[in-house]
């Protein structure tokens, strides 16, 4: 028998729940026989001590714990060749040697008990191993049975007898029972098999979908840092520079561009810290998406002086986390670009439930420009867009012409 490194889950449990109700068998029928009561009879005791003593070792075996860690992959061919052996020796103990004296209708109920029993290894086998370690336990027991059969029985009386037919009947029983089983515990391997590669897979995509998400969110980050930070800081150092070259020779001019300069320096903190606090802020889970939706419309408008007409649907199904955050984060983009490209006087927000889609439309009366134009600042914007929405299978859309404004068109369709 060739061992597998590693044990299918439950089988041990299993091999010791079988034998301890074998040895608890054997016990009850050792009382019933009156053994260790009264006077027993010799013919009576040696075969219930065996009946006793091949389990009840066998289960102190299975028991110890330091036993596998030592034996390794021998552990549990060992315990069946165990099982195997002592339950066919257990039933063949106290017959005499001459089958003159044995009543064949005797040893027939030994061979019928000795299927039942014989079904603990059986499954154990069938569970762990493959048809093929099936095959040879089958093998094993029938050779068993013949070698201890015509040791007490003359060939020419076993041949013309039921025995050698109870024999292969036990036979064709565990063929037929090991192959269920080892097909059964063959399709589980291959769905274990599968759901680990299912799994390995989702915890790839997963952990890419999270480095693209950090990625995408650092890249937001430094377009709002630069927007802010690399801005300010280029014009105070040009009117630094200024200043210090006005410093002796106007001062009163040197004096207005440090003032102007500070004054610049603190619109850019106070930008900054803007900024970060969004990045802290959990609107979506405070708010909800429609709420949230508002606030994040109503902070542009008021920033930025900008007329915003909103249009937002106050009983918003409960999308799910990925999807609202898709959502906010567009909307988010799309007004950063319109404050800081379009020049808009007025722009119009619509986030409804139309049937079963999601849909937000942003638009704007600004400059526009041309989508097709792959040098145009409002391209890396419009290409994180794309990929949020592409992540949920939602579409994004843009229309957009020089002078003539632009349009955003984001829809979902999934359930909430």
């Not at 493959?130 to 060939?155: E, K």
């Not at 109503?298 to 106050?314: K, N, Q, T």
């Not at 955050?325 to 983009?333: F, G, P, S």
């Not at 006087?345 to 619509?350: E, K, N, R």
Request: charged share 15%.
């Amino acid at each position: 028998m060739r061992p597998t490194p590693a044990l299918e889950p439950g089988v041990l449990p299993t091999f010791r729940l079988f034998i301890g109700l074998q040895f608890a068998h054997a016990a009850l029928v050792a009382i019933a026989q009156g053994f260790g009561l009264g006077r027993a009879h010799p013919e009576i005791i040696a075969p219930s001590v065996f009946s006793l003593l091949g389990p009840g070792l066998l289960l102190l075996y299975l028991s110890i714990p330091g036993l596998r860690p030592r034996l390794k992959s021998f552990y549990l061919p060992l315990g069946i060749l165990w099982a195997t052996a002592g339950t066919i020796l257990d039933l063949y103990v106290g017959l005499p040697v001459s089958g003159s004296s044995t009543p064949e209708s005797l040893v027939q109920v030994i061979l019928w008990r000795q299927i039942i029993l014989l079904l603990i290894p059986l499954v154990i086998i069938s569970w762990q191993y493959s048809m093929s370690q099936v095959v040879l336990f089958g093998a094993l027991t029938t050779t068993l049975n013949i070698a201890f059969l015509s040791r007490g029985w003359p060939f020419q009386e076993l041949m013309s007898s039921a025995l050698l037919g109870i024999v292969f009947f036990q036979t064709a029983v565990f063929l037929i029972v090991g192959n269920m089983i080892a097909s059964l515990m063959r399709v589980q391997r291959e769905q274990r098999q599968r759901l680990t590669q299912a799994h390995e897979r989702l915890a790839q995509y997963a952990s890419t979908l999270e480095q693209l998400t950090i990625s995408r969110e650092r890249n937001r980050l430094a377009r709002e840092l630069h927007d802010v930070l690399a801005h300010t800081l280029s014009g105070v150092a040009v009117e630094l520079s200024g200043a210090q070259a006005m410093l002796r020779r106007d001062p009163d001019r040197a004096d207005g561009l440090l003032n102007h300069s500070l004054q610049a320096v603190r619109e850019g903190l106070s930008e900054t810290r803007r900024a970060l606090a969004a990045l802290r802020a959990q609107p979506l889970q405070d708010l909800g998406l429609a709420l949230a939706m508002r606030t994040l419309a109503e902070s542009y408008a008021g920033r930025f002086d900008i007329r915003m007409d909103l249009s937002i649907d106050p009983d918003l199904a409960e999308y799910p986390v990925e999807v609202q955050q898709c959502v906010y984060r567009i909307a988010q983009e799309a007004l950063t670009n319109l404050t800081d490209h379009a020049q808009a006087q007025s722009a119009q927000v619509v986030l409804i439930r139309d049937h079963s889609q999601l849909r937000l439309i942003i638009s704007d009366n600004g400059c526009g420009f041309d989508p097709n134009y792959p040098g145009d600042e409002h391209q890396y914007g419009l290409w994180g867009m794309r990929e949020r929405a592409e992540m949920i299978g939602a579409t994004l859309s843009v229309e957009s012409q020089v002078g003539k404004g632009t349009q955003i068109s984001f829809s979902y369709g999934g359930h909430p």
